[in-house]
T-cell receptor
């Protein structure tokens, strides 16, 4: 069935370090792909999206490229800040509902 | 319209009681979704509506759970005879119908069953 797998956390980085969170998906068709972010005690916020192969989604310094050949959508940021500490969820919409990965917790220390 | 609104934000109830949550989606969004999220986990799909029609229900949605969207606008999720295992964050989201578009989430309702 349709699913999303992402790297286990928690991830702890120093401020200004490079971030990569791996995400792969399994889908029967050609899904739209998303990254959502959840700050402590809050709901989910859409961070970025890509709707077709080779699309690059970007927002707030985060980027992810839709790689159909590897069924991946890895999240990257060149220089993380303390304010980026949150849980990041990779997600897909293969047909009509959002399917989430388990989430990766990120802590950025000064 | 400022986004998806959920009420209440927090609910504490005794085991065996019934609870009802409300979700107001973004205007003009035809699709409305309910998810459940437990600590340290990703959101799990419960059910979704297209306008007033409930199109899919997850196996997670036992017969103690019922959701409605009577006029295709706001939705309610009711849990009857609550159990401690129902303690979770209940998230509502809405999206437009065209294509595989993104869903926008509310702040959630945190349910604690004691």
């Amino acid at each position: 069935g349709d699913s999303v797998t992402q790297m286990e956390g928690p991830v702890t980085l120093s401020e200004e370090a490079f971030l990569t969170i791996n995400c792969t998906y399994t889908a029967t068709g050609y899904p739209s792909l998303f990254w959502y972010v959840q700050y402590p005690g809050e709901g989910l916020q859409l961070l970025l999206k890509a709707t077709k192969a080779d699309d690059k989604g970007s927002n707030k310094g985060f980027e992810a490229t839709y790689r159909k050949e590897t069924t991946s959508f890895h999240l990257e940021k060149g220089s993380v800040q303390v304010s980026d500490s949150a849980v990041y969820f990779c997600a897909q919409i293969p047909h009509d509902k959002v399917i989430f990965g388990p989430g990766t917790s990120l802590s950025v220390i000064p | 319209d400022t986004g998806v609104s959920q009420d209440p934000r927090h609910k504490i109830t005794k085991r065996g009681q019934n609870v009802t949550f409300r979700c107001d989606p973004i205007s003009e969004h035809n699709r409305l979704y309910w998810y459940r999220q437990t600590l340290g986990q990703g959101p799990e799909f419960l059910t979704y509506f297209q306008n007033e029609a409930q199109l899919e229900k997850s196996r997670l949605l036992s017969d103690r759970f019922s959701a409605e969207r009577p006029k295709g606008s706001f939705s309610t999720l009711e849990i009857q005879r609550t159990e401690q295992g129902d303690s979770a964050m209940y998230l509502c989201a809405s999206s437009a119908t065209t294509g595989r578009t993104e869903a926008f989430f509310g702040q959630g309702t945190r349910l604690t069953v004691v």
